[in-house]
């Protein structure tokens, strides 16, 4: 099965810094795949998503790129705000089958 | 659109108790993921419903089971439940695509507290 790994566990930056988060899958057969936002006691919230035909989407200052070859995604968030400190999961699907990394907990000091 | 709701919101059980979670989820989706999430684990797979029938399944003891209802509404089960079952239980909602164009919500969660 689909086996997700992501890093760093935690990431502390300056407000204003850019974070990157990464993530590598192992299924080459994977075609979507999400970042999900928690924030402390809520549900995770999907923030951008790419699907396999694309290589990199954008939202804002939120960003994502694949490379379908290595078989790893990252999430880059540029100008930092303390409301984006949270946990961050990357998730791999495909045939109906979702796997989540273990998740990434951002800390953006003002 | 109402987004996906999940009841109880809280539950504490002891051990050897069964519990059952109840999924809501949005109108017009289909598929419906159960995942259980812990501080040591993370977010893991339980399984996946669509039209009634269970598509997918992770790799989880036979205590924990689930089923969908015509409405789509899904239920899980944790029979003789163990002191590690304690997690926040969250489902999500989707169209049921099999493509990649299906997008996932979740439901706020039920926490489980095995005492």
């Known amino acids: 099965g689909e086996n997700v790994e992501q890093h760093p566990s935690t990431l502390s930056v300056q407000e204003g810094d850019s974070a990157v988060i990464k993530c590598t899958y192992s299924?080459?057969?994977?075609?979507?795949f999400p970042w999900y936002k928690q924030e402390l006691g809520k549900r995770p919230q999907l923030i951008i998503d790419?699907?396999?035909?694309?290589g990199e989407k954008k939202d804002q200052r939120i960003a994502v790129t694949l490379n379908k070859t290595a078989k790893h995604f990252s999430l880059h968030i540029t100008e930092t705000q303390p409301e984006d400190s949270a946990v961050y999961f990357c998730?791999?699907?495909?045939?109906?089958?979702?796997?989540f990394g273990a998740g990434t907990r951002l800390t953006v000091k003002p | 659109k109402a987004g996906v709701t999940q009841t109880p919101r809280y539950l504490i059980k002891t051990r050897g108790q069964q519990v059952t979670l109840s999924c809501s989820p949005i109108s017009g989706h289909r598929s419906v993921s159960w995942y259980q999430q812990t501080p040591g684990q993370g977010l893991q797979f339980l399984f996946e419903?669509?039209?009634?029938?269970?598509?997918n399944k992770g790799n989880f003891p036979g205590r924990f089971s689930g089923r969908q209802f015509s409405n789509s509404r899904s239920e899980m089960n944790v029979s003789t439940l163990e002191l590690g079952d304690s997690a926040l239980y969250l489902c999500?909602?989707?169209?049921?695509?099999?493509?990649?164009?299906?997008?996932?919500?979740f439901g706020p969660g039920t926490r489980l507290t095995v005492l």
């Open positions: 299924d080459s057969a994977s075609n979507y």
């Open positions: 419903y669509f039209s009634e029938t269970q598509r």
């Open positions: 999500a909602s989707s169209l049921g695509l099999t493509s990649s164009t299906d997008t996932q919500y």
């Open positions: 790419i699907r396999s035909n694309v």
């Open positions: 998730a791999a699907y495909n045939n109906n089958d979702m796997r």
